[in-house]
């Protein structure tokens, strides 16, 4: 019986999916894994038993990742589980972004109690509100992972131009771009040739203010901003200043702060990208699917700090071995072992290794080897 201790409110459809052998609760002792979503972990003890930590989310600001590499727990996150939402309400913003549509309904809201006279006010001054069509106009698109994928392919269907850049941009990624999104050579090749941009990266120091005075001052006249992605990445002096010149037509963001709040062409939501019950359960499945392989079989699928690795199981017994990076140490420490599979995996500083051995499974030498950080035995 495993134990697992949820922090947060888990949807139902992926506790569902640990089984019978799972004791999921708001409350466990000593716990084999912890599910959790913005739940502060950073002053918690872990007990011995505790392997894992999965964040139902793509952020794990709220988890001690190096103490847990060092104490050999392994830390999960979601990511692409709210890519679909966040698409949705990126297409809204491109939408918001170029219609007066927010304006609109706020001005029609001032016409209530004019009775019959409201169908002619409205004929009259709606024309204050008339904005560009998408369709024909080119969206630049920084960062093509899980959202940025997403949104330049479905931009692509709603007929507009899109181009694109990515440094790192993964092989199955690549692949689900759809063809007619135009690869550029640079960030600032994408944002001088668009008339709507959107930012799907992380904050990070290297993409900390990457919308800028100074590439602000390079872009098209007009140009719409969407930031979906995080507070940092716009720096909202150089952008209020751009809409007053009218350089930049609209800035729609989900990151609000003080500064933006309430000025003019500015549109903010309240964080809402990711606020869908779908994204909730898909969060949700991805976690409790990536902790019951992790501690039914040892193998690990999109941890932040431990390597990715998957071994199909052979043999009587599976040892995991976490370590310093020294898989060479750990061959003397088999001696008397039939092992029948085995992987290593580094990432950095760590690595982990994965032993299939036919017959019982004699782990001593092994957790005695200088670098070996844990040791468990599946059966
Ligand atoms: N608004 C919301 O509720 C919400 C929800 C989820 C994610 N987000 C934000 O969206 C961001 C993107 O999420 P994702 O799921 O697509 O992440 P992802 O990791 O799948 O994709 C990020 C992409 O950015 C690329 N990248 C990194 N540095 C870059 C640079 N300098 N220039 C161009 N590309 C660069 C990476 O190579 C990667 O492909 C997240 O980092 C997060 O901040 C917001």
């Known amino acids: 019986m495993y134990n697992v201790l949820k922090l947060n409110k888990i949807a139902a459809i992926g506790t569902d999916r640990l089984g019978s052998n799972y004791n999921c609760a708001d409350s466990v002792e000593n716990p084999d894994a912890v599910l959790v979503r913005s739940a502060a972990m950073h002053d918690m003890e872990f007990g011995d038993n505790l392997l894992a ?20 727990i392994v830390v999960f996150n979601t990511p692409g589980a709210n890519a679909n939402a966040v698409k949705e309400l990126v297409l809204a913003g491109l939408l918001l972004s170029s219609r007066k549509i927010v304006e609109g309904i706020e001005w029609a809201k001032t016409l209530k109690g004019n009775g019959d ?8 001054g709606k024309s ?46 690549a692949l689900k771009l759809n063809p007619h999104v135009k690869l550029m050579k640079s960030n600032e090749e994408v944002m001088t040739s668009c008339d709507y941009l959107t930012i799907h990266v992380p904050l990070t120091p290297d993409t900390k203010d990457m919308v800028n005075a100074e590439m602000i001052a390079k872009m098209k006249d007009g140009v719409r901003i969407l930031n979906y992605s995080r ?15 009218g ?5 729609v963001t989900d990151f609000g702060n003080d500064m933006i709040l ?10 809402l990208g990711a606020s869908t019950p779908e994204s909730e359960d898909n969060c949700a499945v991805m976690a409790c699917n990536q902790v019951k392989e992790y501690l039914e079989n040892g193998n690990i699928i999109n941890s932040v700090n431990y390597p990715a690795i998957s071994l199909p199981r052979s043999g009587d017994k599976r040892i995991c071995v976490m370590h310093k990076n020294v898989p060479e140490r750990l061959h003397d420490a088999l001696a008397g072992m039939t092992v029948v599979g085995m992987l290593t995996k580094s990432r950095g500083d760590v690595a982990y290794t994965i032993i299939d051995v036919a017959g019982d499974a004699d782990t ?15 059966d």
């Open 262 to 271: 309430g000025e003019e062409n500015v549109i903010v939501l309240p964080h």
């Open 364 to 378: 001593e030498k092994l957790a005695a080897v200088e670098g070996v950080v844990r040791v468990r035995v599946i």
């Open 128 to 173: 204050q509100f008339v904005g560009p069509e998408i369709t024909g106009k080119t969206l630049g698109v920084i960062g093509l992972g899980a959202i940025g994928i997403l949104v330049a392919n479905a931009a692509v269907a709603l007929g507009m131009n899109v181009v694109g850049f990515d440094p790192f941009v993964s092989v199955p990624n």
């Open 53 to 72: 930590i999965a964040r139902a989310g793509a952020g794990t600001n709220n988890i001690p990742k190096d103490k847990c590499t060092e104490q050999g």
């Open 247 to 251: 350089k930049v037509a609209k800035y």
């Open 231 to 245: 507070d940092g990445l716009v720096n909202c002096e150089a952008v209020l200043e751009a809409l007053k010149s």
């Open 117 to 124: 006279a409201v169908a002619k006010m409205v004929e009259k």
